[in-house]
Each structure stands twice: as structure tokens, then as C-alpha cells.
């Protein structure tokens, strides 16, 4: 069965850094398409950073420059560094990624449990 788990969530002070970690397991043939996503406290699920199968990121404005996604495909992990966070950056963070499970399989997506990211000083 293919889980993800994100890692690495926590206190953290604003100026401060923090990487979460999104690692894949099971029976995975292709791993493509993954997303970093956010849930603050009234609000609703937003994606935040992606990375597609090619290696190309993209962002939301809100993090922009603050923020870099980034892949271990030999791991299937995938990992967001958050630099200078800001107090408005805290909320659950999910990670999201399309996968098949075998070549004639569609691809499906999974996401994995979420991790808590608090930024406070």
C-alpha cells in the first residue's frame, strides 16, 4: 500500500528555517507530480509550493522566495525548506503526489497525513 509521511514539522521562530519532508513508500512504479499544501486554523487547504516530474518548481506568491521545494526521486522523498517564516505560515502541512502503482494503472493521488508547522517567537 503507498503511504506518504511528512516529517519534520515543529516550533520554529520567525527568521528562523525548517524543513519538512515527504517520503513515499510501497509499491510505487512512478512518482510524478508533487505539491506541498498548507491549512491554517479557519481557513482552507491551499497549495503552497509544487514541483513537477521534470524538476520545475513553482510557488505561491505568499511564499515566494521564502520557500523552495525540492526532490530526492532515489528516496521518493520530497522536501520544502522554509526560510525566514513568518507567523502566518503556520498551519498543517500536507504533501500531495500523483502516483502509479504499476504501469497500467492510473494515477492516483495520495496525501499524506499532514505535520504542524508553528511559527513563534
Known amino acids: 500500500q503507498v503511504q506518504l509521511v511528512e516529517s519534520g514539522g515543529g516550533l520554529v521562530q520567525p527568521g528562523g528555517s525548517l524543513r519538512l519532508s515527504c517520503a513515499a513508500s510501497?509499491?510505487?512504479?512512478?512518482?510524478?507530480?508533487r505539491g506541498w499544501y498548507r491549512q491554517a486554523p479557519g481557513k482552507q487547504r491551499e497549495l503552497v509550493a509544487v514541483?513537477?516530474?521534470?524538476?520545475?518548481?513553482s510557488y505561491a506568491d505568499s511564499v515566494k522566495g521564502r520557500f523552495t521545494i525540492s526532490r530526492d526521486n532515489a528516496k521518493n522523498t520530497m522536501y520544502r525548506q522554509m526560510n525566514s517564516p513568518k507567523p502566518e505560515d503556520t498551519a498543517v502541512y500536507y504533501c500531495?503526489?500523483?502516483?502509479?502503482?504499476?504501469?497500467?494503472?492510473?494515477?492516483?493521488?495520495?496525501w499524506g497525513q499532514g505535520t504542524q508547522v508553528t511559527v513563534s517567537s
Open positions: 500531495n503526489a500523483g502516483i502509479k502503482v504499476r504501469p497500467q494503472s492510473y494515477e492516483l493521488s495520495y
Open positions: 514541483i513537477t516530474s521534470g524538476g520545475s518548481t
Open positions: 510501497g509499491s510505487i512504479f512512478s512518482l510524478n507530480g
